[in-house]
């Protein structure tokens, strides 16, 4: 059934982040004008293997947050080098997290949330070009990754008829349609809110428990997009 939709507000919904409001606005647009709202994209993004020196180890159990043990080279300018060499911890720190927050996101890893432990610190290298010491290190982090059949937190961010916009951790696209909402209608008194019979409400601010149906990688801008559903026990506002 689902196969025999239009696909339009998939495209739609992988410009979001590119275009901005634009594309949002045609985005509430498609949605409302469909009658099914289907995130189920036959195409997949490959993510690039260049950012890691070698491949990272790490150890998932279908939790959000990953603990992470990754290598990186850490390049010093030999004019920051102490002669004594007793800077040198503080040097490939300091430089390491500063490396660490220009990263966002891979698409095996999630979003980058905190180093933990720098583990080890590998004998420098001069690069002849630069002049630079490059230095091999191996560090412990904190990453941030949602899964397909995880149940999440997110915070209402946008309200629309055709369904919401949640925020869960880092990742700002989090979209739970109205069809995927049983039980709530959309209604408009002052702010625009969607509402069950219990009076149990989801409007702007507030938290929603739900569990994630599918999450897509867009590997141009660093960002994840995810559709979520209240369908399941225990789930929905609290």
């Keep these: 059934m689902f196969r025999r939709r239009k696909i339009k507000c998939w495209n739609c919904f992988q410009n979001l982040t590119k275009h901005g409001s634009r594309a949002l606005e045609q985005l509430v647009d498609t949605l409302e004008s469909e009658e099914l709202c289907v995130f189920l994209p036959d195409r997949s993004v490959v993510a690039s293997d260049l950012f890691f020196p070698v491949k990272p180890s790490y150890s998932v159990e279908r939790k959000m947050f990953i603990k992470v043990k990754l290598p990186w080279n850490v390049m010093i300018p030999a004019e920051a080098m102490d002669p004594n060499g007793l800077m040198i911890q503080r040097a490939v720190l300091i430089r390491l997290l500063d490396a660490f927050a220009s990263k966002k996101a891979t698409k095996d890893l999630g979003y980058f949330i905190a180093l933990k432990n720098l583990e080890e610190i590998g004998e420098g290298r001069i690069r002849e070009t630069t002049g630079e010491i490059v230095f091999p290190v191996v560090f412990s982090g904190i990453t ?86 209240l369908e399941g026990n225990n789930l929905g506002p609290f």
């Design 144 to 229: 941030f990754k949602m899964f397909k059949g995880e149940i999440v937190h997110g915070v209402v961010r946008q309200v629309h008829k055709s369904g919401v916009f949640l925020r869960c951790g880092p990742c700002e696209n989090v979209y739970l349609s109205q069809y995927k909402m049983p039980g709530y209608d959309y209604v408009v008194q002052g702010n625009p809110l969607f509402m069950n019979q219990n009076m149990s409400r989801i409007q702007i601010g507030s938290t929603v428990r739900v569990i994630v149906l599918d999450i897509q990688w867009k590997e141009a801008e660093k960002e994840f997009i995810a559709l979520a559903s």
